[in-house]
């Protein structure tokens, strides 16, 4: 099992409130605001907090940004592992669908999804997460392999075969995305792999 790193030193008691606090009030800025609106003064307000608690916290926004889009994910789109890899991958697909629906989640994918040049410290640390959570994926995936749930498969391929028609849902908003809809897509995309995988 690997551990977080900003699991890994997460306070306890009071200071745990107020970390919570601070996450909570900036994903609602992030939400409201965009990137450019989250500032720490409006951040320690909606938190109830001192401007030198914030900064204590992040010293810097690259630090605060990071830490914002970490909590997102992780509480957002969990991987959870039942021992069931479709009941798993439809969970984590849905879960998705919802973030990604959500005022927060939007802004969340534009950090994302930004097009700057390589000098840009949001955008790598939008790739950073990206990455973090395809390592996270990639170890569910080969826990299935190792089940024989799934046949040797990449993260980043799957990852693609499932967000690209959540990402088709979410711009077109014709209708919500639901968790039948979640199952039939991961069921195609399993189905995929272990015929290409017998070929």
């Known amino acids: 099992m690997t551990v977080n790193p900003s699991r890994a030193h997460r306070p306890g008691g009071r200071t745990r409130q107020v970390t919570e ?28 907090v001192g401007r030198a608690t914030v900064y204590r916290r992040w010293p810097n926004r690259d630090d605060l940004f990071r830490d ?3 909590r997102f994910a992780e509480t957002s789109v969990p991987i959870d592992d039942t021992g069931d890899v479709v009941r798993d991958l439809t969970a984590f697909l849905h879960s998705f669908a919802e973030a990604s629906a959500t005022p927060t989640g939007r802004a969340v994918l534009q950090i994302l999804l930004r097009r700057v040049d390589e000098a840009d410290g949001l955008h790598r640390m939008g790739l950073e997460l990206l990455d973090r959570r395809t390592d996270d994926l990639q170890r569910r995936l080969d826990r299935a392999t190792a089940a024989g749930q799934l046949p040797p498969t990449e993260a980043p391929f799957v990852n693609m075969m499932l967000s690209g028609p959540v990402q088709w849902f979410v711009l077109r908003r014709a209708r919500p995305f639901t968790l039948s809809d979640a199952r039939e897509i991961v069921e ?12």
């Open 68 to 70: 914002v889009l970490a």
């Open 21 to 48: 606090r601070l996450w909570a009030a900036a994903l609602d800025i992030l939400a409201e605001k965009g990137v450019d609106g989250l500032q720490y003064e409006e951040l320690a307000s909606r938190a109830r």
């Open 188 to 199: 195609l995309v399993v189905a995929g792999l272990w015929r290409d995988h017998a070929e």
